[in-house]
């Protein structure tokens, strides 16, 4: 029996500080066209996308996979070239941005977020990565601060860069922010003079271990492959995922056999499985993409098999606090 460890790292905008309960087990993806179809190769953007007036130019590409296509994005010397997606209902808090991205320079993932009319915008961020001449896959959390009623993505190729974008994600999470009306006659106190002293935490009682600091994430540059060949009968990992965030990785398949998953505890951990068929004919490649999403604190086992191969994630749900 092989005992690897797998330890993903994920990215986040900002330190987000939720608690263990702030998200809840759904997700909703974006609308928003992330495989670039509708557009014949060599033009500019394809379908439910807008590129914008920044001096730079934008263009279709084919892949290997007849349904599946790369926005190629070219920046000027002195000035970034975006595109923008059309505008989309925004149900929850957290936006999950993911993407494969290659070229050379510097790409950012981002959004724009609107209010209920889609007239004003009220906040906007954006996650940058270097890119170079290797495929990698990136993924970037940000957290809502403000309750937001249109959202649109934004892919940009800072100045000077080329950036391929293939395979773009956008799911929204998290419970629907609400704006509380004041209360009546309630009028903010102005803060004190001078240096306020940091509140000190209460000791923890005896026999009761200290609260854990929320760790910080970095962002994931790569995605893990486990190739089919190399495998050994019965693999064991490792994972460590804050609650409402997710880990993914693939499992090559033949076109004879699939992965499948055979146990795991849905109350703790969410399994995605889905079975990729990318390229043509003969260059036809065959995957399973998997993805666990921590739902509550607490461990399960998650067993996939496919013929006479496992593969066996152990798989712990961190609480943030």
């Given at each position: ?262 146990s795991n505890d849905s109350r703790i951990c969410r399994v995605k499985l889905e ?11 065959y995957k399973a993409e998997v993805e666990l999403k921590a739902i509550r604190p ?24």
């Open positions: 029996m092989k005992t690897n460890k797998l330890f993903l790292v994920l990215s986040v905008a900002a330190t987000l500080g939720l608690a263990s309960h702030a998200i809840a087990d759904h997700d909703f993806d974006l609308p928003i066209n992330g495989d670039f179809r509708g557009a014949p190769s060599g033009y500019s953007p394809a379908p439910g996308w807008t590129l914008t007036a920044d001096g730079g130019s934008a263009r279709i590409l084919p892949t290997h996979d007849h349904d599946d296509f790369i926005l190629e994005l070219f920046a000027t010397p002195n000035r970034s070239q975006s595109v923008v997606s059309n505008k989309h209902q925004f149900p929850g808090s957290v936006l999950k941005l993911e993407a494969k991205l290659s070229g050379a320079g510097n790409a950012s993932l981002g959004y724009e977020a609107f209010d209920s009319k889609g007239n004003k915008i009220i906040a906007a961020d954006r996650a940058v990565v270097q890119v170079n001449n290797y495929e990698q896959k990136v993924k970037h959390y940000f957290q809502m601060t403000l309750p937001v009623g249109l959202i649109r993505i934004k892919l940009t190729a800072e100045a000077g860069s080329k950036v391929q974008f293939q395979d773009v994600d956008a799911e929204v999470s998290g419970p629907v922010l609400q704006q509380a009306p004041p209360a009546p006659g309630a009028i903010a106190a102005p803060p004190p003079p001078g240096n306020i002293a940091k509140p000190v935490p209460p000791a923890p009682a005896p026999g009761v271990p200290p609260r854990p600091h929320a760790p910080r994430y970095k962002l994931l540059p790569v995605e893990l492959f486990l190739d089919f060949a190399t495998l050994g009968p019965d693999e064991h990992y490792e994972a460590s995922v804050p609650v409402g965030m997710d880990i993914d990785f693939d499992l090559s398949e033949t076109h004879a056999t699939q992965w499948r998953l055979i079975h990729d068929r990318d390229g043509k004919f003969n260059n036809r490649r607490g461990t399960s086992v998650v067993v996939l098999e496919c013929g006479p191969k496992k593969v066996t994630v152990h798989f712990t749900a961190t609480p943030i606090y």
